[in-house]
């Protein structure tokens, strides 16, 4: 398979994103995100190039409203001109910020923009290509060879996120397969902030090389798995606000397409989802009235010294004390040791699935999608949820 570490990772995102994106070839329309990134990137690509002079603040400030100016354009939806110069403003003053702090001929840059395409064999002997884009590759003083990728995000990744981040050790790879004479421990990673105006660095062992390929070779098989079986759920989060093929998204299309409808079913629904809303309504008033009760009747208990109370016709509420316990386990092994029967004991620790997935966020990215290629699916089954706040379109 030919992929790259984008398609990898909206996969991973959203599978049926993948589909609308990479399968069918549907044409994303341009978010305002997506547009701001490329001008900015573009930008900081001219900063570096001299002919035979590195170009003026002034003449990257203007190469970058050019490329912005003709981009917003295509952004759908389009936005106000207010909004069109907040963004314009922030960009100029991100790549201000950035020349003061590293003005372009202090650093000794091998490349801007850099293709790579980095094979990747299984243990079939399958070869899959995975191809990428490396923003910029300098050379240090020391012969460390730094890759850089710049970032417009506002959040800022813990320093252990950009140590298990798998697109630098991707790009670790694809540096390292260009020049393989080249010291593994002699390339340095670096994400950069620009909002922020910080630059977090890594380094990757080469022993890291391999847990990056059964990573890769992990989610390239579970995106064949995914064609084959023509299985393309689509995963909701917060991520759908900067989806382009939100409308057309069977998670998301109704909301889209509602005013349109006209089928008779779908007035029934509407009717439908009314009443289940009014019902679900009542349920949570209900609850909260039920526990408002219980505070009176355990009150009145306590007061009157009784254990029970009835109603006229004899129905009660009793009260019954619940006691939760917990082991010392150190005292219950030793006890199981000293009797010989460390079997019972390793049978309480047998695996769990519940404390897996409460160590997998600690885990390194690599780690954790070598371990989630490991699941099965062993039960599936739908079930409904209600929200009653307002989805945004
Ligand atoms: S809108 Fe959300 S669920 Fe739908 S394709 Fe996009 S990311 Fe996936």
Redesign the pocket.
């Known amino acids: 398979m030919r992929t790259s570490y984008s398609n990898i990772q909206t996969f991973k995102?959203?599978?049926?994103?993948f589909?609308?994106q990479v399968i069918d070839k549907i044409k994303a329309t341009k978010t305002v995100h997506t547009v701001f990134g490329s001008s900015v990137h573009a930008a900081l690509k001219f900063m570096f190039s001299h002919d035979p002079v590195f170009p003026t603040m002034d003449e990257i400030l203007a190469n970058f409203t050019e490329a912005w100016a003709t981009s917003v354009l295509k952004i759908v939806p389009a936005l106000d001109n207010k909004l069109i110069s907040i963004y314009e403003e922030s960009g100029k003053s991100l790549l201000k910020n950035f020349y003061k702090n590293n003005p372009p001929w202090n650093f000794s840059v091998v490349d801007t923009e850099s293709k790579f395409e980095l094979p990747i064999e299984d243990s079939n002997g399958g070869v899959h290509v995975l191809a990428g884009i490396i923003d910029r590759v300098d050379k240090l003083s020391d012969g460390v060879y730094e890759i850089i990728d710049y970032k417009t995000n506002r959040k800022l990744p813990s320093q252990g996120a950009v140590d298990g981040d798998l697109q630098m050790s991707i790009y670790h790879m694809a540096l390292n397969r260009r020049w393989p004479s080249l010291d593994p421990a002699k390339i340095k990673l670096s994400l950069y902030f620009l909002k922020h105006g910080e630059k977090i660095s890594s380094s990757r062992e080469s022993s890291s090389i391999a847990a990056t390929k059964d990573a890769v070779l992990a989610t390239i098989k579970q995106m064949e798995k995914n064609i084959a079986e023509n299985a393309f759920p689509?995963?909701?989060?917060i991520?759908?606000d900067?989806?382009?093929?939100?409308p057309?998204?069977?998670?998301?299309k109704h909301l889209y397409k509602k005013a349109d409808i006209s089928a008779p079913d779908e007035a029934q629904l509407q009717q439908v989802l009314q009443e289940y809303f009014a019902i679900k309504e009542s349920e949570t008033n209900n609850d909260k009235r039920v526990k408002d009760l219980q505070a009176i009747i355990k009150a009145y208990m306590e007061a009157n010294k009784v254990d029970r109370v009835f109603d006229e016709r004899g129905y009660y509420v009793s009260k019954k004390l619940q006691q939760r316990f917990k082991y010392d386990f150190d005292k219950v092994k030793a006890i199981l040791a000293e009797a010989n029967l460390m079997d019972k004991w390793n049978a309480i620790l047998e695996a769990d699935e519940k404390k897996l997935k409460e160590i997998m966020v600690s885990l390194p990215y690599s780690i954790r999608d070598q371990i989630s290629a490991q699941k099965n699916l062993s039960k599936e089954f739908i079930t409904l949820t209600a929200s009653i706040k307002p989805a945004k379109k």
Request: proline share 9%; with cysteine.
């Open positions: 995102q959203c599978p049926q994103k589909k609308f689509a995963i909701i989060s991520l759908c900067y989806c382009a093929y939100k057309i998204c069977p998670a998301w």
